[in-house]
């Protein structure tokens, strides 16, 4: 039986792929959010001009219920998607970044 040098399992370096993986998770995130804010307002629009176009009372509550409570689940999506940095701001978040960036940087070397 031959000798064969194999690495532990646990001294590999995944630090990369774990960043890629961190990445793509927020861009799903993010492209979810965008595409939950197009469909709102092509939809909301949609509903205005129908009722406008129809002679209705656009001043009514019914014109603008979907939009009004479309909207709160939209901010609660909005929170999910962005609210997690609103206690810190955008400095620290930049800066804990680099260090982070620096700090595996030098690992990867």
Known sequence: MEDY???PYQNKNFEK????????KRVKELK?????AFWYVVVNIFIIAMVVSNNGNLWHFG??????F?????GFHALGVFG???VFSKSWEERKIREYMDKDKKQWK
């Not at 479309?70 to 939209?74: A, D, H, K, P």
Request: net charge positive; proline share 0%; hydrophobic share 45%.
């Open 84 to 86: 997690k940095n609103l």
């Open 5 to 7: 040098k194999l690495e």
């Open 70 to 74: 479309w909207g709160i689940g939209l």
């Open 32 to 36: 979810g959010f965008y595409w939950h």
């Open 17 to 24: 792929e774990q960043a890629y993986v961190r990445a793509k």
């Open 63 to 68: 014109t603008f219920s979907t939009a009004i």
